[in-house]
C-alpha cells in the first residue's frame, strides 16, 4: 500500500505544510493508501463514499474532517458522481507548542486534539458540516492559505501557521456549539482527551508534566490523577507509550536505522529508547522489525 509523505508535494523546502485542490470522478479515484503527515479534508462540491480503514460513509458538500498519520483511506466515486475538495497536508506538530501556550489555547482546539481520536461512531457519525457563515468564513481562509503557499511572498510561513491556528479555534468552536458537539460525559474526561490529543500530536517533542499542566490549566497531581481514573496510566507513562507505538510503525514502514527512530519519535538517547521498547514490546526494535515486515 501506498504511504504518502510531503516529499511527494511541491512544498517548500524545510516548510511541512501544503494545500491543493483536486477534483475526482470515476476515472481519478484515489487509491487505498496511507500517509506519514495530517490531512484536513473539505469538501468544496459534489458527493462520494469515503473509504477509512474497514468501513466506509457518505460525505458532502460542507463535510469537513481530519485523517491521522498511518490511517488507511481513499474514496469510491460513482458513474456520474464528482467530488471536489480541498485538501491541505502538514505534519501533527505543524502549529508549534509555544503558539498554544501563548495564546492559552489549551481549551480551544478539540477538533485537532479530540474530535480526531474519538471512537469511529462518534467520529464519523457526527463528523462537522459547515453551512452558511461557517463554510464562507472556512472557504475565505483556506483560499488565503492557497495565495500564500502560491506567492510566497516574503512571511508566508508565519501567515500560514496563524491562519491554521484560527481554522483550527473556528472549527473546534463550530463543531463544540453545533448539534455534533463532543459526546464526552464529564470536564475531566475532555480534559484527559485534549491532553492525549496533544501528546499524539507532539510526541516527538519534549513533554513534561509541567507543561501540560501549565498548558491546560490543571495541577499536576491532579492531571495525573483524572489520566489514572479514564486511562489507567500515568501521564508519564501514557507519552511513553505513544511513543513505542509510533517507533513500531516506522520500524515496519521506514528503513531508518534505530537511533533515527528514536530520535524522530522524541528520545536523544538510543539505548533507553531500546530499553523502553523491550519493555513494552517483549523485544528489541530490531527484532521487532524483523518479525512484522
Known sequence: ?????????????????????NRHDQRSMPLLHTHEFVELIYVESGQATHLFQDTSYEINKGDIFM?????????????GQTIEVINCLFHPDFIASYVLQALRLGDSFDFFYV???????????????LVTAGADKTRDILEELHREMTQ????????????????FILLSRY??????????????????HRVCGYVERHYNQKITLPMLSKLFYVGERQLNRHFNRYRGTSVYEFVQFIR?????????????????????????????????????????PGKYREENR
Request: net charge positive.
Open 152 to 167: 510566497r511572498d516574503s512571511g508566508y510561513q508565519a501567515l500560514v501557521q496563524l491562519r491554521m491556528t484560527e481554522l
Open 1 to 21: 500500500m501506498l504511504v504518502k509523505s510531503l516529499a511527494h508535494y511541491k512544498h517548500p523546502d524545510n516548510f511541512p505544510f501544503w494545500i491543493q485542490r
Open 244 to 284: 513505542i507505538e509510533k517507533a513500531k510503525r516506522l520500524l515496519i514502514e521506514t528503513d531508518d536505522i534505530v537511533s533515527v527512530v528514536a530520535h524522530r519519535v522524541g528520545y536523544e538517547d538510543a539505548a533507553s529508547f531500546g530499553r523502553l521498547f523491550v519493555r513494552q514490546c517483549g523485544c528489541s
Open 67 to 79: 485523517i491521522n498519520p498511518g490511517e488507511k483511506h481513499g474514496y469510491i466515486v460513482t458513474e
Open 115 to 129: 474530535q480526531p481520536f474519538l471512537n469511529r461512531e462518534i467520529r464519523f457519525n457526527h463528523k462537522l458540516n
Open 175 to 192: 463543531y463544540n456549539k453545533g448539534k455534533h458537539k463532543l459526546q464526552i460525559p464529564s470536564p475531566n474526561e475532555l480534559l484527559v
